[in-house]
T-cell receptor, first 111, second 114 residues
Framework: QQQVKQSPQSLIVQKGGIPIINCAYE??????FPWYQQFPGKGPALLIA?????SEKKEGRFTISFNKSAKQFSLHIMDSQPGDSATYFC??????????FGTGTRLQVFP | GAVVSQHPSRVICKSGTSVKIECRSL??????MFWYRQFPKQSLMLMAT?????????EQGVEKDKFLINHASLTLSTLTVTSAHPEDSSFYIC??????????FGPGTRLTVT
């Protein structure tokens, strides 16, 4: 019940495309859902996060869609660029508690 | 966003020696810090939760006598890998909770045990 399932494992898009990464959870006590971006050899960087009281949040080219009833949330990257090539992790937690991470999605954006 | 630093960024040590990794929150106070381990092309594995002024809480399967954690102040937590062996070679990453509940990660420490 503590798991966060993430898909796809890898994703290849052309520049300008809109990659979508999906995550699903079981624990209804989760109330904080962040997305992290990680480049090779670096620590994860917080991209954007959402709480269950809203269904969508947008920051720049990154959008989280949240479906509370389906217990799913997704990350959309608008107008993707080669510099967006990285591994993306979704996560979930009960506010200040430890994060439960998804397995990661390796995104490659080709010019 | 909030900044978390780690030192050293890379360390190579001989088998049987101990290594200390420092994690600092630079512009905020963190009552809770976390230590993760990450193998190549895998997700982050939580090792322990570190609370300032109290003993760390270790995840199942993590040896607390091997991975010593100290959270001496609201801005500093340390991880000491004792009697390191080649299988301890990994990427170790710390994170800290900001006041708003967001968790910010350090840049990671690459440990190689020869």
């Amino acid at each position: 019940q503590q798991q966060v399932k993430q898909s796809p494992q890898s994703l290849i898009v052309q520049k300008g495309g809109i990659p979508i990464i999906n995550c699903a959870y079981e624990n209804t006590a989760f109330d904080y859902f962040p997305w992290y971006q990680q480049f090779p050899g670096k620590g994860p960087a917080l991209l954007i996060a959402i709480r269950p009281d809203v269904s969508e949040k947008k920051e720049g080219r990154f959008t989280i869609s949240f479906n509370k009833s389906a217990k799913q949330f997704s990350l959309h990257i608008m107008d993707s660029q080669p510099g967006d090539s990285a591994t993306y992790f979704c996560a979930a937690s009960t506010h200040t508690d430890k994060l439960i991470f998804g397995t990661g999605t390796r995104l490659q954006v080709f010019p | 966003g909030a900044v978390v630093s780690q030192h050293p960024s890379r360390v190579i040590c001989k088998s049987g020696t101990s290594v200390k990794i420092e994690c600092r929150s630079l512009d905020f106070q963190a009552t809770t810090m976390f230590w993760y381990r990450q193998f190549p092309k895998q997700s982050l594995m939580l090792m322990a939760t570190s609370n300032e002024g109290s003993k760390a809480t270790y995840e199942q399967g993590v040896e607390k006598d091997k991975f010593l954690i100290n959270h001496a102040s609201l801005t500093l937590s340390t991880l000491t890998v004792t009697s390191a062996h080649p299988e301890d070679s990994s990427f170790y990453i710390c994170s800290a909770n900001s006041g708003g509940g967001e968790q910010y990660f350090g840049p990671g420490t690459r440990l190689t045990v020869t």
